[in-house]
């Protein structure tokens, strides 16, 4: 049995105190937007880096550090994935949209444009035309009964229409779900066609919930192997995004020898603290990864029933992975924008979904990465707006 009453006695004042984005940009509202956890760190990572500090370790990256980083990787995916790449093809990353940025740049045809399907994660649609002046093709997803799933003829007609790169996020981040083998294989069979390069962000992979398997897109077959370039980190599921370090992971040896020469600058935006917290959270993380999954379990199972109770009229389907919930307003009267009028009306900020591109419109990204009773406040406080409407 998990006892969870450590985490659920965590308090809103002391996460104001401690911090972060999430609980610090708007005064005196309740925090459930940015994709941060709020139950601190792995104590393993909290070692190690007092032992960056205590050693005073701020030089430069040591290579056999680097080259530990991608064991590390290796060893983390083989065991939790079924799958290791060869440490060879893992290399460091400031971050992972910096990895973005730098495919675009060396691995697209200039001025192709970029596809994103949508709902997506909110930088996806900015990115490109910020970093690369590119295009971007939002491509809607599909319903498929609950569940999202990709769009394959629109994605095709996107290559068509001039695009080369595939924006894949898996565990997707705003959906939550968790691609399957078989509908991985039915996209490659259209970026195959189309000869078409994939950006897989598996960031979220760590967290994925009981009944799903996270599977690496590259690792599928020889195909998406070849037309692959993968970006990760612990960033997200062991609370390190400040610490910039994010891994690329190359499965074609000639992406591979490109970035020899493309990477170099790129890599010397990473910084060594955050190396030798990726290593340990690889390496030592699994304990504090089970428990924290394990209470986001809980959390994602208490949302139904607390949507169920609290907010007639919205849908929620629990995410297969991520700690990040897409709830549907559509049906409440709220508008495009349900968020904007939560942060007014009863101060508590969610990530709109209009954000998340065309097909957002109408819903709001909840981050329940939070104590459970945090959580419970989030949703009466909704259940309020929605109550004064009724
Ligand atoms: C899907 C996805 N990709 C990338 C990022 C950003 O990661 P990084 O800080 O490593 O760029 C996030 C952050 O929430 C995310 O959810």
Not at 291 to 297: K, R, S, V
Not at 321 to 334: I, K, M, N, P, V
Request: aromatic letters at 8%; one cysteine or more.
């Amino acid at each position: 049995m998990n006892d969870f009453s450590r985490l659920d006695a965590i308090t809103v004042e002391q996460l104001r105190a401690a911090g972060s984005t999430k609980w610090t940009t708007h005064p005196d509202t309740i925090g459930a937007w940015i994709a941060e956890m709020d139950f601190g760190i792995a104590e393993p990572i909290t070692s190690a880096l007092h032992e960056v500090v205590d050693q005073a370790r701020f030089g430069y990256n040591p290579p056999s550090l680097v080259a530990d980083l991608g064991r590390a990787y290796a060893e983390f995916s083989a065991r939790r994935y079924g799958l290791g790449p060869d440490p060879e093809m893992v290399r460091p990353l400031p971050d992972v949209l910096a990895g973005m940025a730098a495919i675009i740049d060396h691995y697209t045809p200039a001025g192709s444009a970029v596809i994103v399907p949508t709902p997506a994660y909110m930088p996806f649609l900015l990115l490109p035309d910020w970093w690369g002046d590119r295009e971007v093709i939002q491509v809607p997803m599909a319903r498929d009964g609950d569940r999202w799933v990709y769009d394959l003829d629109a994605i095709g007609a996107a290559f068509d229409a001039g695009a080369h790169l595939l924006t894949l996020c898996n565990p997707h981040n705003p959906i939550g779900r968790v691609l399957t083998r078989e509908e991985m294989l039915a996209i490659a069979d259209v970026v195959e066609a189309k000869g078409g390069l994939v950006f897989s962000d598996e960031i979220h992979a760590p967290l994925v919930y009981p009944g799903s398997q996270h599977v690496p897109y590259a690792s599928l077959d020889e195909r998406t192997a070849a037309h692959t370039i993968t970006a990760t980190s612990a960033s997200k599921s062991f609370n390190l995004a400040g610490l910039k370090c994010a891994q690329i992971v190359f499965s074609n040896p000639e992406h591979r020898a490109t970035w020899a020469k493309a990477g170099r600058w790129v890599e010397q935006g990473v910084s060594l603290p955050g190396i030798v917290a990726n290593i340990t959270a690889y390496r030592e993380g699994d304990p504090w990864l089970l428990e924290t999954l394990a209470y986001l379990d809980r959390n994602r199972k208490a949302l139904t029933g607390l949507v169920a109770d609290k907010l007639p009229g919205v849908r929620y389907s629990e995410p297969e992975g991520t700690y990040l919930a897409l709830l549907d307003f559509r049906e409440t009267g709220l508008g495009d924008n349900p968020a904007a009028v939560f942060q007014e009306e009863v101060k508590v900020v969610l990530t709109p979904g209009p954000a998340c591109g065309e097909a957002g419109r109408g819903f709001a990204r909840l981050n329940f990465g939070t104590p459970l009773p945090v959580l419970e406040e989030i949703i009466d406080r909704i259940g309020r707006v929605l109550a004064a409407r009724a």
